[in-house]
């Protein structure tokens, strides 16, 4: 049933997920030095350059329960901080954000199923 992929949305975790290791590395660097690792970002701006939010949308909308998990996997394997009990934890929130999302569009796909059911007539008090 899925018809946009995750190509764009993987695009803008890509971007977010090297921010947060650029940003990591930066912390830990004193000086000028700590800024030569923004050019490692030039990449994901590169790829960028067609990255439409429109697009994205569309594909949130229609993520299947096997691109939510191909996108949790591609966190793992991209996100990477010094502070590995930092990164596990931002990683299942990323995860559980995933999760929400699904049920959430899961309650949506249910309420849309109960107003297709012709609701019922309250009845009028006998006197």
């Known amino acids: 049933?899925?018809?946009?992929?995750?190509?764009?949305?993987k695009k803008f975790l890509a971007m977010?997920?090297?921010l947060?290791?650029?940003?990591d590395k930066m912390g830990r660097l004193k000086g000028m030095a700590r800024y030569m690792h923004i050019t490692q970002l030039f990449d994901e701006m590169t790829?960028?350059?067609?990255?439409?939010?429109?697009?994205?949308?569309?594909?949130?909308d229609d993520y299947s329960v096997e691109e939510m998990a191909e996108?949790?996997?591609?966190?793992v394997e991209k996100f990477n901080i010094?502070?590995?009990e930092l990164e596990k934890v931002i990683e299942k929130a990323f995860a559980?954000?995933?999760k929400v999302y699904g049920l959430l569009d899961e309650l949506k796909l249910l309420l849309k199923?109960?107003?297709k059911v012709a609701p019922v007539e309250p009845q009028k008090p006998v006197e």
């Open 20 to 23: 947060g290791n650029i940003a």
């Open 113 to 115: 199923k109960e107003e």
């Open 71 to 75: 996108l949790e996997n591609f966190i």
């Open 1 to 9: 049933m899925e018809k946009y992929g995750i190509e764009h949305s």
């Open 82 to 84: 010094e502070k590995d």
């Open 96 to 98: 559980i954000g995933l």
């Open 47 to 60: 790829a960028m350059a067609d990255f439409k939010f429109a697009e994205m949308k569309k594909e949130i």
């Open 16 to 18: 977010l997920i090297e």
